[in-house]
């Protein structure tokens, strides 16, 4: 599960970078930057947060979070 916690962060990059190109040209580039980097700054504390969750009786809660977490900060650096 940890290869899979790491590989939706290039998987998110993939994804998402076709989708910026019309993000950017509807928002402009300002916003967009912004808005990564605000994405790219929760999802960080989001992931650091993880640490206070007991993984012996919610990992399958642990788990989805990391991934959603994980792949916020992708689609965040597609946005820088």
Known sequence: T????????SV?????????GYVISKYGRRK???GG???????FIAFG??????VSTTRNYYIA???TSR?????GSVCI
């Open 2 to 9: 940890t290869g899979f916690i790491f590989a939706i962060y």
């Open 65 to 67: 979070a990391a991934l």
């Open 71 to 75: 792949f916020c900060q992708g689609v």
């Open 12 to 20: 998110a990059i993939i994804v998402g970078s076709p989708c910026m």
């Open 32 to 34: 967009t930057i912004l």
């Open 49 to 54: 947060l993880l640490t206070f969750i007991d």
């Open 37 to 43: 980097i605000a994405l790219m700054g929760m999802s």
